[in-house]
């Protein structure tokens, strides 16, 4: 049997979860290195699944027969034999890149979160918050983990699901301390915030409940024996062994997109997000926005595209519109925002649109580019997002009037600040441009008008960040900013690495693109679609 | 040689990284560091252009690739330069002129405690600007594109405690946005015209795609060039540019970034000239930019608004110009070349006057500084002679040239191009002469500054004269070097071709014209500022001047309806997600399960909200579960 390396990388921070949680009350700091540990020994791991993945194998296998299909490392066991359930992992590109992402951003997540969840004097000794904290981040990345690796829908239904249970603990458990409405106002707006995030994602999951058992009860019926494979379905459908109606097809697909939809999220079933990033500490919202919710995203690619081709070519209008919407209207909220955090959580939600926006262009330059913005967005939002959680636990409030002159006090972090938000406005030479840019050319190329229009994204980003610096950061010093500390040497180890990959991607994508490029290949070839021709066709032959 | 390229643009941009992350211990070197690695740049512009002269007209382009940038599926792009003598002549500007005002900034900025960082930001621009004349495609010209209007943020924003200042720099960014929106999608449209942006293939086969298609492609450049280079309808932003140190406004705003937009039409010759429909958008833009710009530059009392104003203008002929198609490609680039001669010293002496007079913009408080600053008033003096076109200095030459192209376009338009290129000479003789004459001439008009010291204006230091002095030799003897056998053209007319066009006027009855309106212009200003005293508040005006000192009341314009606008958008946006778009999707889930009330439930504590959601997960997988065996 070969080394179970996928099993391994989302089995470490799941042990690591537990060990974290058990250490005792009193060694709080001992709990915080522990889980550390844990989350770079997963980062260690995702980076072994990085070099044994072999970029080039993707295309050889399907192109010689699709015995082994796209997946790689791939393990499987029969695991819930009476309904067909089985415990199937398998990386492609744009998976192992994603899981690399997860696990690259964890440790920044902890290290960011590093006092978050202190405990306060006045709770008893027994009180274990700290080691909750970190054991339930670590929670969510082996669940992340796993769903980018599980090629059995149910196994990753399962995770998708579960996933809510610590993200609901850590939006409601643990708050930044900025408390315009008191402490118990906070602490009120925490858990609304936290139900809210769980009751649509639960919405959405038991809708895709119903259309997982549908595709299980279509499978069964056509095929002889029920399944949840991916691999089996895309085969059989090739086969023509598996032959599902068009209206099958759409509800099943329509029963997906939804849940994926909510968690990615997009507009309308955007409004959990806000609550949720603006409620949770910066780290956790980091953890929502870079981490979690690019399962949605991503699952729209593995699963929508790959098991219901011509469903996803028939929704592909009505979700375009809505891309552009959550772009402009994501936009347009942000800049109506008087709270940095929300502000974040609203462009995240016009950057999502762009995401979805490549995905359904059905373009070789637009999937490149959502799988690309997927971990660029990643990156940026990581860096605007965890400087103003420092920024807002200096001051200890959330709302931008409350800012002011900030750069005169802390250069180097009002400096951060603006580099994160120049990735987030998508400036050449920071990573997201690159990946923003294969967006809108993807779209354009298939849709003119809607690339046009989406272009206006560009313009509405660089409103809301340049307000937001302009408001924050520029202009007479004021009273409560005066003596606020710059960075410390633990805050910088955060921001400096992830703005010096911000430049690295920007410069030099090449590495992270010549993974995901056979991966989207095969993906677009599952729907069988190519990309449009250039009207002066023999541009390259005469030269 | 090749490789010398690559340098070029790295030097500066290792002096940016080194200075903006170098920390305090840089403070004190950190500008000579900076003006060194300027320097550097410059001397290998110059050993690559003496390489050029090495080699006849059609074999001096250099092409590099340095590394494969975004290769993904049919979508190529590139780091890879292009040098030929278009991109030599810009890099010779920026870094020349960049480098004389590296130095500048030396004696400028000496007492400012962030000196090290401003020097770090120029650096930033060189490298940036240098990016975008030297790519040899278009999404790394965008690179460089939105690099210099970075800088240009970044500088304008550089006080950044005076709200004033942060206003101007968000406002450049955001005009300039829109125009980049233009050029994104142009480089989307050639992508899926010819399947590359590339210059040479583009640019060779621009033919074989469709008239529509090239318009379309030259209307979004035109856009683009309306951005950067402050031209109608993108205009606003450069008076506020002014906020920025004046060394910025020398460097970025008059001499080399607002001249980009010319680069790009220029560089795009082959699109426009297919094109026809946008040249004539193109010279539309140039003639009302080079009234509008004159007309602002009359009404201003600051006197770097004035020359922002001016600069707008200037920009408008060499639009103009370019918009002429082969006509004009050559004498756009000149006049931006001895443009950003004596553009240039006229905005360092008017940093210079500032440096003395506690930093007063206003002209209406200057007043008989000639004989207290000797070296400023004689170097502003030539760069104002230049840019009316005196005989014989630079500014006679390359303007001259384009109000000949002009009319030498033909028909009608031809008429109304040129009567329009005339007509601003008039206005430019007019307004210089009225800031030569209210900063040098008349009575003392000092005032106090606002802690009450009266100024005592003196010369300034060396490290500010010495670049005065060399770019006053370049305002008057640029334009003549230029045209003596033609040099000139005959040095860029393989890059970007040339015609003669049919002027329905010879050549010497446009430059008799010239003169006698040069004269007018400057026969009104002497009657209006130099034979009366000057007051020291401005009377209220005629409503054209009321109307020009606020920009012709365009930022009004946009104030009401995009400001205005914008808000009442947003506001209402706000509150229709909370109420609305909110309301409705908890309310059809509700509806649906009941589950609004649940959710109020739920927020009783937290103990039994996690438990019953939790019990609720349970129950619909047990639920599921049980399904499935009924199925």
Redesign the interface.
């Known amino acids: 049997m070969a080394f179970p390396l996928l099993t391994l990388t989302a089995a470490i921070p799941a042990v690591g979860a537990v060990a974290t949680a058990a250490v005792p009350a009193g060694r709080r700091t001992a709990a915080k290195w522990l889980a550390l540990a844990f989350s770079l020994a997963t980062l260690a791991l995702a980076a072994v699944q990085l070099v044994r993945f072999d970029p080039g194998g993707t295309s050889q296998a399907s192109s010689s027969g699709g015995a082994k299909g796209p997946f790689q490392l791939t393990e499987s066991h029969a695991w819930i034999a009476d309904?067909g359930v089985r415990y199937e992992l398998g990386v492609d590109g744009i998976a192992v890149v994603l899981i690399a992402l997860a696990a690259l951003l964890i440790p920044f997540i902890m290290l960011a979160g590093w006092h978050d969840a202190d405990p306060l004097e006045t709770r008893s000794s027994r009180w274990r918050p700290t080691q909750g904290f970190f054991a339930l981040i670590l929670m969510v990345e082996a669940m992340v983990v796993i769903s980018f690796e599980a090629t059995d829908v149910f196994l990753f239904y399962i995770f998708f699901?579960a996933m809510?249970?610590p993200m609901?603990?850590l939006i409601?458990?643990f708050g930044d301390g900025a408390a315009e409405h008191g402490e118990a106002g906070a602490a009120?707006q925490r858990?609304?915030a936290a139900?809210?995030f769980?009751?649509y994602n639960?919405?959405g999951g038991?809708i895709m409940?119903a259309a997982v058992?549908g595709l299980?009860?279509v499978t069964?019926d056509q095929l002889g024996t029920g399944t949840f494979s991916l691999q089996e379905i895309v085969q059989a459908r090739a086969a023509g062994k598996l032959d599902i109606a068009t209206t099958t097809e759409r509800a099943l697909f329509l029963g997906f997109f939804f849940a994926f939809a909510v968690k990615a999220p997009l507009?309308?079933?955007h409004?959990w997000l806000p609550n949720a990033m603006g409620e949770a500490t910066a780290p956790v919202a980091v953890l929502i926005t870079a981490v979690v919710d690019k399962v949605g995203t991503f699952a729209m690619l593995r699963f929508c595209l790959q098991l219901f081709p011509e469903a996803s070519k028939w929704a592909t209008p009505v979700i375009v519109v809505l891309s552009l919407i959550s772009i402009l209207?994501g936009a347009?909220?942000a800049?109506?925002?008087r709270d940095i955090k929300r502000l974040v959580a609203y462009a995240s939600i016009s950057h999502f649109g762009f995401i979805v926006l490549g995905i359904f262009a059905m373009t070789?330059?637009g999937q490149?580019?959502a799988t690309l913005y997927m971990v660029n967005h990643g990156v940026s939002t990581a860096a605007l997002m965890l400087v103003a959680g420092f920024l807002i636990s200096r001051r200890g409030s959330r709302l931008i009037a409350d800012y002011g002159?900030v750069?005169?006090v802390a250069p180097v972090l009002a400096?951060t600040f603006l580099v994160g938000g120049?990735a987030t406005l998508s400036?050449?030479?920071l990573a997201p441009?690159?990946s923003e840019?294969?967006v809108?050319?993807g779209t354009?190329?298939r849709y003119?008008v809607a690339?046009?229009i989406a272009?206006?994204g560009?313009?509405l980003a660089?409103?809301y960040v340049?307000?937001l610096y302009?408001r924050t950061?520029?202009?007479?010093?004021k009273e409560e900013v005066r003596g606020m500390p710059d960075l410390r040497a633990r805050e910088l180890a955060v921001v400096a690495p992830l703005i010096a990959l911000l430049l690295f991607l920007g410069?030099?994508?090449?590495p992270v693109?010549?993974i995901l490029?056979p991966a989207?290949?095969h993906t677009m070839s599952q729907v069988h679609q190519a990309?449009?021709?250039?009207?002066?066709?023999d541009?390259?032959a005469?030269? | 040689m090749e490789n010398l390229i690559g340098l070029l643009v790295l030097a500066p941009l290792l002096g940016a990284g080194v200075l903006l992350c170098g920390g305090r211990r840089l403070d004190r070197s950190g500008p000579w560091l900076g003006t060194l690695l300027a320097a550097v740049s410059f001397a290998l512009g110059v050993v690559l252009f003496a390489d050029m002269l090495g080699k006849g007209g059609e074999e001096r382009a250099l092409d590099v690739t340095v590394f494969q940038w975004v290769p993904v599926g049919g979508f190529r792009a590139d780091v890879g330069f292009h040098l030929d003598q278009l991109s030599m002549t810009f890099v010779l500007l920026i870094t020349g002129v960049g480098s004389l005002i590296h130095l500048y900034s030396v004696g400028y900025m000496a007492h400012d405690e962030r000196k090290r960082r401003f020097f770090g930001y120029l650096n930033l621009f060189l490298a940036a600007m240098l990016l975008l004349v030297l790519a040899d495609n278009y999404l790394l010209l965008y690179v460089g594109w939105e690099g210099v209007g970075l800088a240009s943020y970044l500088l304008i924003g550089f006080w950044q405690h005076k709200p004033s200042a942060a206003t101007a720099a968000k406002k450049a960014f955001l005009v300039n946005r829109v125009g980049d929106m233009g050029l994104s999608i142009a480089i989307m449209l050639l992508f899926t015209t010819f399947g590359t942006f590339a210059f040479d293939p583009v640019l060779t086969r621009a033919t074989d795609a469709g008239e529509g298609k090239l318009t379309a492609v030259a209307l979004m450049l035109l856009l683009a060039a309306c951005g950067k280079s402050a031209q109608v309808p993108l205009q606003s932003w450069l008076g506020d540019a002014m906020e920025g140190p004046t060394p910025v406004s020398a460097l970025i705003h008059a001499a080399t970034m607002v001249t980009a937009g010319v680069y790009l039409i220029t560089r795009s010759g082959a699109v426009f000239d297919a094109a026809p429909d946008a040249q004539t958008a193109v010279v539309t833009v140039g003639a009302v930019t080079l009234l509008f710009g004159a007309i602002v530059g009359c009404a201003k009392d600051d006197i770097k608004k004035a020359l922002a104003g001016s600069t707008m203008s200037q920009i408008g002929y060499m639009i103009l110009a370019a918009g002429l198609g082969p006509i004009g490609y050559v004498f756009a680039i000149m006049h931006l070349v001895t443009h950003g001669f004596f553009k240039a010293g006229l905005f360092l002496g008017a940093g210079s006057v500032m440096h003395g007079m506690n930093d007063e913009v206003d002209m209406r408080r200057y007043g008989g500084l000639r004989t207290y600053m000797p070296v400023t008033f004689v170097t502003f003096g030539l760069g104002y002679l230049a840019i009316i076109g005196f005989p014989g200095l630079s500014g006679f030459f390359s303007k001259d040239k384009i109000i000949e192209a002009a009319f030498a376009k033909g028909g009608t338009e031809g008429w109304i191009l040129g009567g329009a290129a005339l007509l601003g000479a008039a206005i430019t003789a007019y307004y210089m002469t009225r800031v030569m004459l209210l900063t040098f001439f008349g009575e003392k008009r000092w005032q106090p500054d606002a802690e009450g010291e009266m100024p005592h204006p003196h010369e300034s230091p060396r490290t500010m004269t010495v670049p005065m002095i060399v770019l006053a030799f370049g305002s008057v003897f640029a334009g003549g070097l230029f045209s003596i056998n033609d040099t000139f053209l005959k040095w860029l007319e393989p890059v970007t071709g040339h015609e003669e066009g049919h002027s329905p006027v010879s050549a010497l009855t446009v430059t008799a014209a010239t003169m006698v309106v040069l004269v007018i212009g400057v026969a009104i200003a002497w009657a209006q500022y130099g034979r009366r005293p000057v007051p020291v508040t401005a009377p209220r005006g005629s409503l054209l001047t009321r109307a020009a000192r606020r920009d012709l009341l365009q930022d009004d314009f946009n104030h009401v309806v995009l400001v205005r606008g914008g808000e009442h958008l947003t506001r209402s946006l706000v509150y229709v997600d909370h109420s609305l778009v909110d309301g409705v999707v908890n309310g059809t889930a509700a509806s649906v399960g009941g589950l609004s009330g649940r959710m109020r439930k739920l927020q009783n504590g937290y103990a039994r909200s996690y438990a019953v959601s939790m019990f609720g997960g349970a129950a619909v997988l047990i639920a599921a579960t049980l399904l499935m065996r009924a199925v």
């Open positions: 309904f699901e809510l249970i609901y603990f409601g458990g009120a858990s609304y139900v809210k769980l009751l639960l919405v038991l409940l058992i299980y009860a069964a507009w309308p079933l409004t209207y347009l909220l800049v109506g925002q070789s330059q490149s580019g002159g750069q005169k400096g120049l400036l050449p030479g441009f690159v840019f294969l809108l050319v354009f190329s003119p690339g046009g272009t206006l560009i313009v660089a409103l340049l307000v302009q950061m520029t202009g007479p010093v410069v030099y994508p090449k693109t010549e490029d989207v290949r990309d449009p021709k250039p009207d002066v066709n541009v390259e005469a030269k």
